[in-house]
């Protein structure tokens, strides 16, 4: 799991840099409707979902499988918004996307997963800067 977690960050890194401007990543919302449009390519396996409430909060993607026997995935993006020198930015990346995997325990996004009789899950914490990307992984 954790090379394809590699390969995902690495194919999503070369996407950034080879297709986005410095003009589109100010905000979140362009990263969350990246992330989106690239999962809602595996709409014949699993449905997709944004923003909605689970568990204590409301996490930024979610993907339920149609077979129970597959993980469910929920996903949660953060951005590091303030300069950050080149030799601070792995660190500040490796945080913020260990934030948002703890974020998604702390908030139990995968609460109505559950309810529906789930019991394997893939969380993915993502965090950007500009046209940098990590990826971090846990499964439940």
């Given at each position: 799991?954790?090379?394809?977690?590699?390969?995902?960050?690495?194919?999503?890194?070369?996407?950034?840099?080879?297709?986005?401007?410095?003009?589109?990543y100010a905000h979140e919302n362009f990263y969350h409707a990246l992330?989106?449009?690239?999962?809602?390519?595996?709409?014949?396996?699993?449905?997709?979902?944004?923003?909605?409430?689970?568990?204590?909060?409301?996490?930024?993607?979610?993907?339920?499988?149609?077979?129970?026997?597959?993980?469910?995935?929920?996903i949660e993006l953060k951005v590091v918004k303030e300069d950050i020198?080149?030799?601070?930015?792995?660190p500040e990346l490796d945080a913020a996307a260990q934030d948002a995997?703890?974020?998604?325990?702390?908030?139990?996004?995968?609460?109505?997963?559950?309810?529906?009789?789930?019991?394997?899950?893939?969380?993915?914490?993502?965090?950007?800067?500009?046209?940098?990307?990590?990826?971090?992984?846990?499964?439940?």
């Amino acid at each position: 799991m954790k090379q394809d977690i590699s390969k995902l960050q690495k194919n999503l890194q070369e996407l950034l840099l080879d297709t986005i401007s410095s003009f589109d990543y100010a905000h979140e919302n362009f990263y969350h409707a990246l992330i989106l449009g690239i999962c809602a390519i595996m709409n014949n396996q699993y449905h997709v979902e944004s923003n909605r409430e689970s568990g204590h909060g409301r996490y930024d993607i979610q993907l339920r499988p149609f077979n129970q026997k597959m993980p469910g995935i929920i996903i949660e993006l953060k951005v590091v918004k303030e300069d950050i020198p080149e030799a601070s930015l792995a660190p500040e990346l490796d945080a913020a996307a260990q934030d948002a995997l703890s974020q998604i325990d702390k908030k139990a996004y995968v609460a109505d997963m559950k309810k529906e009789g789930y019991t394997n899950f893939l969380k993915i914490g993502v965090s950007f800067y500009k046209k940098h990307i990590r990826i971090l992984s846990s499964t439940e």
